[in-house]
Structures are given as C-alpha cells and as structure tokens.
C-alpha cells in the first residue's frame, strides 16, 4: 500500500511539472488523507516509511500551493512535511522540505528567513551522499542572498552548487516526489539559469541577458514551467537593456506557454515582465504583446 501511494504521489508530481498544480493538487491531497487515515494503525517496522509518504505528500502540497499563490497554505503543508520528516529520521526530505521553505519564504519577500531554511537545508543535506540535494540547497541559498542583496554571497553558493554537480555519486537517480537527476530540475543548465535569475536580481543585467540566453535552449521542454520563467526572465533582462522588439517576443512567448500550465506563480512572473514594458505601452512591439497575451485571457488588451 505505501509503495502504490509513492507511486501515485510521483505520478502526481509528474502531471505538475506539464499541467500546472491545479491538475495534480487533488490527488495529493487525497493520498495525503489517505496516508493520515492508515497511520494510527501501522505496524512499528513500516511507520518510518509511511511517515515518509506523509512527509513527502505534505510537501507536495505544499508546492503546488506556493505555486498556485496560495502561500498560507504552503506554509502549513511545509511545517507539517518537516515534522514528519523528522519524525521518520530522513535526512533526505527534511533537506528537500525545508529548501522549498526557503523559497517561500525568499518569493514572499522575507530572504532573511530564506537564507535561514537555506542553511538548515544545507545542513541535513550534507549528511545525506545525494550530490543533487546538496547542489540545490546551494542554489536555493544563492537564490535568498541575492533577493537580500548579498552578491558575494550569492555567486559563492552558486560555485558551490556547480562543484557538487562536478562530483561523482554512486547514489540512485531519482530523489522522489521532487526532482529526477536526470532531468534537468537540479543539472548544470538549470543551475546556469539560476545564475542568470540571480545576476538580473542583483543589476548585472547584462552579464544576466546573456547567461539565460545561452540556457534557455538546453532546458528540457517538457518541463514548461522552468522553460516559461527563464523566457520572462529574459524578457526582462531585454526590456531592461531596452530592447523592447526583443523583450515583447519574449514575453508574449512565455504567455503562451503559461496558458499550457495552471501556475499562479509563472502568471505572476509574466504580467512582472510585462509590467517592465510599461514605458514603452504604445508602441506597435508592446500593443501586440498585450493582444497575445490577451488571447491567453493573461492580460487584458492595454486601453
């Protein structure tokens, strides 16, 4: 039983990266009622692993609220993901648990206490053999120090990531319920964009034009969230730069693959990258952009 729940959470996981948290988030809800129900009556020898299931079920919900805007949510699923993985003494999740945390916490402006979960992260990450975990506890600490500010700071935990992806591991793939090792959820070219998402954040924005740029084609496509964020990035970082022909494009095609996936937090990214256009709105690059994003039901047509 805890195996076909482990399977349906992956599952689940696997519908939000293509569809969007809102085609996955009722299924985890329910294998996470499901899990809560079998509890009291699990037999000692399976009660880690089923607190496992509940830890990681409660994480993915925790997720898929963040991204769908619903951040109190998030934050409630998160805390209840973190006693669980303590309880079952896996170090593993309790990293994975408290790196999304830090992301909540630096996403809704709070980057101190971002890079307070970061370090805890890194912490219990370092005592697990997964090269990939830690890789992305560095990434997410580089992610709350550049919202902070920190440059310094920010490209030494980056450096520290990419040394750990450089590292060999004899471990298995696949961490479950957040990333596969093979995909590119924690490999060097979603590292690199990171890079790029950090250098625009901190004024380097050229430097970060053309880091995303020369990593946006090497994402996996599958993966339509990762690829629509990078692509508002770099629209951005265009719009910045004031290449506003360029910096449309962009944005209009990050628009388009938002409609393809429910998440509330990729909307948000896209209508910020528009909202970098808005002193160039009368121009014929901006009111097409506004007219596919428009047809995306994104935006409404600007007046």
Sequence with gaps: MIGHIEDVLWIAKRQDDKLGAQAALDTVLAQRNLVRLLLPECPAECRPQLLTALSSASNLAGWMSFDLNDFTSAAYYYQHARTAAHEADNDEL?????INMS???TWTGKPREGIDYALAAQGWAGKTTHRHLQAWAHDIAARAYAAYGLHDACMRELDHAHARLAEPSGEPGRIRFYY???DDRCGPAFLTGIRGRCLLQ???TGDAVRVTEATLPLLDPTYVRNVAIRTAELGSGYAKLGEIEHAAKLV???GV???RNSSGRLMSQV?????DLTRWQQTPAVRELDERL???QIAPLSP
Excluded: E
């Design 271 to 275: 209508l910020a990258a528009r909202a």
């Design 252 to 254: 209009g095609d990050a």
């Design 294 to 296: 428009a047809a995306c």
């Design 180 to 182: 596969d090792a093979a």
């Design 94 to 98: 309790a990293a994975s648990v408290l």
């Design 103 to 105: 992301y909540l916490a």
């Design 202 to 204: 901190l004024g380097r």
């Design 257 to 259: 693959l938002a409609a």
